[in-house]
């Protein structure tokens, strides 16, 4: 009886077959489909390859999202020598993020992943974009988990690596200025050191005072929260006013704000309550820094720099400002922020040199 079926399953199988050849036309010939849709098993976590997880459909460097990866962008972004970010967010079907506090990171549920590409543009000698590292921070088990993928130099895939390491890049910015930087692919340490809170590792841009934009996404413009919710990403009480950053390059803000919102960006993930410099006095999230004490501002400094830098932020005086000193110097020893950054932000220290020099009278 067994052979019988076993010889019964062969034929069928073979006037499957027979029946798909396109040029017999017998029965119609329906192949089964291919499942194209994201893939992101936690158990299986981290995969080789930046393309295991297809997140992304097409040619690879096009970063075509598929389905349900949202795009998302901070209004300020963390300043990372120059190079251009591309983020997206994904979550598992019936799971969603909740409202904390404007300040605070959304609640991610467990399958949550962020995804952020680094590129620069009009990379040097063909002038070409060049996707340098994609960086992936994603929930397991109630626990945030990094994974870093490094891009071949024909941009056709990037492959997992928490090792670190360097990325030579050359290029010539909007202005027609040529740059170069060794750019630094962290080390999961590194990741760990600015992605933590009380030592446990989490995302830092995904809050609602950052996300409190619209955004241009493919079916049209609309504000990031909102979005969110519409597809499922963000439920419960989201509040319809929310204190809100501003884009530091906006000079139509004052520039307070911009200054506020751009140390937000930068510094706060390590000098808040619960951050890497928690034992220094400053707090520099944006809920905090409305009150220029805690921005530093007549402050004197804890280490000894040297005898001009007399105050955090000196009123009227970047000479005497360790914040500007800090900013505005690429030594490994004096530098801030530590990690992330090798070059200085010209434009970005522009805006700090002006705010100082705003503010009056002179510290005693």
């Not at 921005?295 to 000196?314: M, R, Y």
């Not at 000479?319 to 992330?340: D, E």
Request: include cysteine; charge should be negative; aromatic fraction near 10%.
């Amino acid at each position: 009886m067994r052979k019988d079926k076993l010889v019964l399953a062969a034929i069928v199988a073979v006037f499957i077959a027979v029946s798909c050849n396109k040029e017999v036309e017998t029965f119609p010939c329906v192949p089964i489909a291919e499942d194209t849709s994201v893939r992101f098993e936690l158990a299986e976590l981290p995969y080789g390859k930046l393309s295991d997880y297809r997140f992304f459909i097409g040619e690879l460097k096009a970063l075509q999202p598929n389905a349900r990866v949202l795009p998302y962008e901070p209004i300020t972004p963390l300043f990372s020598d120059y190079a251009h970010k591309s983020r997206f967010v994904w979550m598992p079907e019936g799971v969603s993020a909740s409202y904390v506090s404007d300040g605070e990171i959304l609640n991610f549920p467990n399958g949550a992943v962020m995804i952020k590409h680094f590129y620069y543009d009009n990379v040097q000698p063909q002038g070409e974009r060049k996707i340098i590292e994609t960086r992936l921070i994603y929930k397991k088990n109630d626990v945030w988990e990094f994974a870093d993928y490094t891009w071949n130099e024909e941009q056709t895939e990037a492959t997992y690596s928490l090792e670190g390491g360097y990325a030579p890049v050359e290029w010539i910015d909007e202005n027609g200025v040529t740059k170069s930087v060794d750019f630094r692919l962290p080390s999961e340490v590194e990741c760990i050191t600015c992605h933590k809170q009380s030592n446990q590792p989490i995302p830092i841009g995904p809050k609602p005072q950052n996300l409190n934009k619209t955004l241009d996404y493919a079916d049209g413009t609309m504000n990031q929260l909102s979005k969110w919710q519409e597809v499922g990403y963000l439920s419960g009480n989201v509040p319809s006013e929310i204190v809100t950053t501003v884009a530091w390059d906006d000079a139509s803000q004052p520039i307070d704000l911009r200054v506020r919102s751009y140390i937000d960006a930068n510094c706060a993930h390590c000098h808040s309550e619960l951050g890497h410099c928690y034992y220094r006095p400053l707090r520099f999230p944006f809920s905090e820094t409305d009150t220029e004490q805690n921005l530093g501002v007549c402050e004197e400094p804890e280490e000894f720099i040297n005898e001009s830098l007399t105050h955090i932020v000196a009123r009227g005086n970047i000479n005497r400002s360790v914040m500007h000193f800090r900013l505005n110097t690429t030594s490994q020893q004096y530098r801030m922020p530590l990690l992330g950054r090798t070059i200085i932000h010209e434009e970005g220290v522009a805006m700090i040199t002006e705010y100082i020099n705003s503010l009056a009278p002179n510290c005693e």
